[in-house]
């Protein structure tokens, strides 16, 4: 370990494992450790052995819900868009070749106590139940407006400077209604608060564009893919990447603690009474708990059930969003829910999440009305965590720290963070002009 590395990263969760194998890729020599003796860190999977020891300490799973090994329990569920970031930076180092992924059924939106399939089109936009005759027409011209909007050719612009004009200012031309905005900003857009609307359009705009892209890429019931046996692949499949490229992997190592030098840059990391010795550190934040602060909170409940959520369309894996006007909060709750069809449960068995910035101290309560929505569960877990974000200057210091995982359904703001971090490190942006369509070979429908 006595040896002289540009990089030490640790821990092994997704945000690290994508950096450690960018930065290999780069040509970098990277350290890559973990105190704990498993790839993940806060987003690993879990089987059902390890759900019962973590959340209800030694006790052993009831034999009704099936083969323990079966279940692959994600702790930060998230589902990827087709289209989104994620999938460019995995084509880009060719991850795809040790993952497979399955299209995701179906993507609904909560209005009024009940759930209905998100439109994505001018065409669905005429057959949604969400809004009536007239709005409807308006909507459809909205997303026409969207679908030929093309940032290069200022004739699709129809006189209306995106960067420039506030979402509410696009939307009060078209003329929609709240709860249409509502849908198209958080259901779409993937807003998880209102503060969008007085910011410049053309983010939103661009976000309902990558919505409804990753909707046509594969031709299924949502914009989404999600891999086979749970997330716990991806920070292995990244990790695997690095190690191709010459990255070294230590798990299991006590304590990792970050040397500094005098004028309070970080030098490398102490573990075991050994030392190695760096330029940069890469790290979560439970590594330097002294360089963050307490962002939020994220409050969750984790269902294992025997069927798929009413009103989906007997979907084995779908997100419904709850806009947070809907529900009198503050920010949006999210449902997740997946099933044997992607292996990560035994056969006839679902797994269902329930998260939301948490804004009370009582999840069971505050998680109700997502919770409500599943019908009867199995089994059910509760647990809320901190959020982080880094408050160190990184170019005094040289340590580069992720913030924590949100309580979104999708990847889009972790992987923002994780490219932001990638050009403070190398000082350099990361070139994701991939031929998207190339890659669909790598996708399962």
Known sequence: MDEEYDVIVLGTGLKECILSGLLSVDGLKV???????????????????????????????????????????????????????????????????????????????????????????DVEALKSPLMGLFEKRRARKFFIYVQDYDEKDPKSHEGLDLSKVTAREIISKYGLEDDTIDF???????????????????????????????????QGGSPYIYPLYGLGELPQAFARLSAVYGGTYMLNKPECKVEFDSSGKAIGVTSAGETAKCKKVVCDPSYLSDKVKKFGKVARAVCIMSHPIPDTNDAHSVQIILPQKQLGRKSDMYLFCCSYAHNVAPKGKYIAFVSAEAETDNPEEELKPGIELLGPVDEIFYHSYDTYVPTNQQEEDNCFISGTYDATTHFESTVEDVLEMYTKITGKTLDLSVDLSAASAASEN
């Open 184 to 218: 198209i900003g958080h259901a779409l857009a993937l807003h998880n608060d209102d503060e969008y609307l007085d910011q410049p359009a053309i983010d939103f705009v661009m976000r309902i564009k990558l919505y409804a892209e990753s909707l046509a890429r594969f």
């Open 31 to 121: 350290l890559h450790m973990d105190r704990n003796d498993y790839y993940g860190g806060e987003s690993s999977s879990l089987n059902l052995t390890q759900l019962w020891k973590r959340f209800r300490g030694s006790d052993t799973p009831q034999e009704n819900l099936g083969a323990i090994r079966e279940y692959n329990v994600d702790m930060i569920p998230k589902f990827i868009l087709a289209n989104g970031t994620l999938v460019q930076t995995l084509i880009h180092t060719d991850v795809t070749k040790y993952l497979n992924f399955k299209a995701v059924d179906g993507s609904f939106v909560y209005k009024k106590g009940k759930i209905y399939k998100v439109p994505a089109t």
